[in-house]
């Protein structure tokens, strides 16, 4: 039974930065690319963040470009996303998935996990 379990939410003032970890098992995670999405109060989830299989393609919603960094440990089948110069407005539930069929600017997901909670004060 795959499992994805995030870490590393956070209550942050704006301007601060958060890492957030997802750690993987029951699943061969170097055969899975591995997306960050989020969820805001009353909005549709939201892409944020790919990374494929090596580690070496990462794809950004634009929002998240040049604020987000999204990366992976094969050996500890963990993925992060440090988020710096954090805005009120990326605020929400984050959540990773794991997938393999791509699709479009992201890997459709085939395993979710439960989210953490970030909420970003102004």
């Known amino acids: 039974q795959a499992q994805l379990v995030e870490s590393g939410g956070g209550l942050v003032q704006a301007g601060g930065s958060l890492r957030l970890s997802c750690a993987a098992s029951?699943?061969?995670?170097?055969?899975?690319?591995m997306d960050w999405f989020r969820q805001a109060p009353d909005k549709e989830r939201e892409f944020v963040a790919a990374i494929d299989w090596s580690g070496r393609g990462t794809y950004y919603a634009d929002s998240a470009k040049g604020r987000f960094t999204i990366s992976r440990d094969n050996a500890k089948h963990t993925v992060y996303l440090q988020m710096n110069s954090l805005k009120p407005e990326d605020t929400g539930v984050y959540y990773c998935?794991?997938?393999?069929?791509?699709?479009?600017?992201?890997?459709?997901?085939?395993?979710w996990g439960q989210g953490t909670q970030v909420t970003v004060s102004s």
């Open positions: 998935a794991a997938g393999t069929r791509w699709y479009g600017h992201y890997w459709y997901p085939d395993y």
């Open positions: 029951g699943l061969t995670f170097s055969n899975h690319a």
